[in-house]
Nanobody, 123 residues
Framework: QAQLVESGGGTAQAGGSLRLSCAAT????????IGWLRQAPGMDREFVGA????????RYGDAVKGRFTVTRDNSKYAAYLQMDSLKPEDTAVYYC????????????????WGQGTQVNVSS
């Protein structure tokens, strides 16, 4: 059964960094784009960033452009979200998602979802 598992969440101070990982297991993700979305309490789910299967195309939400970077290593069936210059408003549950279409991920549409990992940023 296809499954995405996030790790690397935790607490950081404002201005600090965290790196999230997304491990893909139990299925084939060949050709799938991987994305990251987040949801803070009482807020709608927000698109963070996404990367195409080959890694040549990326997209980012306006709130994180220039601070967050999405990468992937297909040999390890993994994707990563490097978060730098963290702000308290980055506090949320972060979800990894996989879609056959890179363009679907900013819309919050995906075929597979992880369970999420909590990120807290203190001021």
């Amino acid at each position: 059964q296809a499954q995405l598992v996030e790790s690397g969440g935790g607490t950081a101070q404002a201005g600090g960094s965290l790196r999230l990982s997304c491990a893909a297991t139990g299925g084939t993700y060949n050709g799938y784009a991987i994305g990251w979305l987040r949801q803070a309490p009482g807020m709608d789910r927000e698109f963070v960033g996404a990367i195409s299967w080959g890694g040549g195309r990326t997209r980012y939400g306006d709130a994180v452009k220039g601070r967050f970077t999405v990468t992937r290593d297909n040999s390890k069936y993994a994707a990563y979200l490097q978060m730098d210059s963290l702000k308290p408003e980055d506090t949320a549950v972060y979800y990894c998602a996989a879609s056959p279409s890179l363009g679907e991920l900013p819309q919050g549409t995906a075929k597979y979802w992880g369970q999420g990992t909590q990120v807290n940023v203190s001021s």
